[in-house]
């Protein structure tokens, strides 16, 4: 294979696969913060509403950083972003111990902000620093595979948040939490919160140890030799780009789709295990949580497998395949309202898989320096993340809509951003906004 046609050239090897590890440790924070929802609102007596503050200020964080990222980055370096992405990863991480202590949950919710603008600088500095590390001919190849290692942290966490947190959490749920004495909902409650915080409190080690190695390891330098910031100039330059344009709006309806997959079938599959197999609210989240780590790993595999169809078929045409499946399999979890509900939201993580890279890859090929800032754009849209979920949670907890279950007629939300991300893949095939 010629230099110019290689994924990964043999000179950036060894920086490529640390990077790449970057990518599983961010999938780690997202999966097992996204069953969090469900786990605060039970431990503080919550709705679901209140529960998805979490995802407020965890994907908050990214879009409060993007651009401070893109800047720092642009007059540093992509290693610099990535080693104030790892300090505040793991800043925020151990904040938990001082929350946990406390008991509120708002301390909870800086330590989760603090965590996520550390992922926003990762994100922001990773993703582009990727597509340099090769020929601008398979950049989109490139991040697809380094993004496939994503999953593998998020199996990790759904797995660490099923038994670690959710299976030794209190069982009991709301209505018997009500019941309590206040002395002993205090006690059950700080029990809870101790259990939810030791896992996050042992990546916060795991994090230092990456910033040290690479903090120590040589890697690539930007190909950028001017560190002058033209902030304006770059905005303008890639707002020309009809298939950047497009594709921050179709990163931000992706997000926010995953997000509400992930998070949500924990409260859809709790209403079918408590309701027609008779579990507790708790047995009903940790069967539930089964299926979401069913869900990721089928999202694992089928991302390997969308990458090597990339070889043969066109990124946006894929895409928008993808995306027709995801609108179809959203019908059958609206509607179905047994197990076979579940299993089409379960297959919707197979649709999903190759969505994120592949908006990103053609959303900023060829785009050169003004890539620091674009991707920071794309990063911002994490901001889906924010709304949508609690668009979605607003619904789940009116109980009933259209003689539907909530949970049910919620996923019409996901339905709607599956719709947006087919019309931007067939965009980039009819009108070729790949190209420019």
Known sequence: MKQKDKVIPGEYLIPFILITSCFALWGFANDITNPMVEAFSRIFNMGVGGGTWVQVVFYGGYGAMAFPAAFFIKRYTY?????????????????????????????????????????????????????????DSTATRRLNFAQAFNPMGSLTGMFVAKNLIQARLDPRGATERMDLSAAEFEKVKMSDLEILSSPYIAIGGVIIVMFLIILFVKMPKNDDSNHKINFIGAVRNLLRVKRYREGVVAQLFYVGAQIMCWTFIVQYGQRIFVEQFGMTPGEGAQKAQYYNIIAMSIFLVARFVCTFLLKYIQPGKLLMI??????????????????????????????????????????LRGMGE?????????????????????????????????????VNVSFVVPLICFLIIAVYGYRTVKFHLNEG
């Open 370 to 406: 003004d890539a620091k800032f674009g991707a920071a754009g794309l990063i911002m849209s994490i901001v889906g993340g924010t709304f949508l979920p609690k668009l979605q949670a607003f619904i789940i907890d009116q109980e009933v809509v259209f003689n539907l279950p909530a």
């Open 322 to 363: 993808l995306a027709m499946g995801g609108i179809g399999l959203a019908f059958g979890t609206i509607f179905l309202q047994d197990i076979n509900g579940l299993y089409c939201l379960v297959g919707i993580s197979a649709c999903m898989s190759l969505m994120f890279p592949t908006i990103y890859g053609i959303a």
């Open 79 to 135: 290693k610099a972003g990535i080693l104030v992405g790892l300090g505040l990863y793991a800043t925020g991480a151990l904040l938990f111990i001082p929350a946990s202590a406390i008991g509120l949950y708002y301390p909870f919710l800086i330590a989760y902000f603090v965590m996520t603008c550390g992922l926003s600088f990762l994100e922001t500095s990773a993703n582009p620093y990727i597509l340099f590390m090769g020929p």
